[in-house]
């Protein structure tokens, strides 16, 4: 196994990729796609973390600082060793969803996908075919940003 950022930005982009209608479709409409409005949450809550053991958690809690997960709430009551566990799958869960985010905004920023669109509508291309052009376009970059 590779690391535990790799983990979550494979979940991540496969997250993104499970969405991919829904975000062509919200680019066609509106030019960009909503992270809260393509991509359910529930994507990443059995993901990497998820069923970890003691010291697993210890490397993901460690490697993946940046997006550790604070509420206490969410492991309260818990005994320790299954409470170390469940911080780390919801510092995991988080991982995933920030990185799944960042690959929204590159996917919104692409000039590519501008031009498409822009192209696209001037040229008035049939929907179906744009939709495609724009579809492939979303599928290279998630599988650049792999």
């Known amino acids: 196994m590779g690391s535990w950022l790799e983990t979550v930005r494979a979940e991540a982009a496969d997250g993104v990729n499970r ?3 829904e975000i062509v479709e919200a680019l066609l409409d509106s030019g960009k796609a909503d992270f809260h409005d393509v991509i359910p949450l529930d994507y990443f809550d059995d993901g990497a973390g998820a069923y970890c053991d003691l010291s697993e958690a210890a490397e993901i809690l460690d490697e993946l600082s940046d997006y550790e997960e604070t ?6 009551g818990l005994p320790p060793r299954e409470a170390v566990c469940a911080q780390a799958g919801w510092t995991c869960r988080n991982a ?3 990185l799944a985010e960042e690959l929204l905004k590159r996917i919104n920023k692409d000039e590519e996908i501008k031009t498409l669109l822009k192209d696209g509508r001037e040229d008035e291309l049939d929907d179906d ?7 492939a376009r979303v ?3 998630i599988e650049e940003w792999r």
Request: charged share 25%; aromatic share 4%; proline share 0%.
């Open 129 to 135: 075919r744009l939709a495609g052009l724009v579809r």
């Open 139 to 141: 599928e290279e970059i």
């Open 71 to 76: 509420d206490s709430g969410l492991w309260s």
């Open 96 to 98: 995933a969803q920030c």
């Open 19 to 21: 969405s991919l209608d």
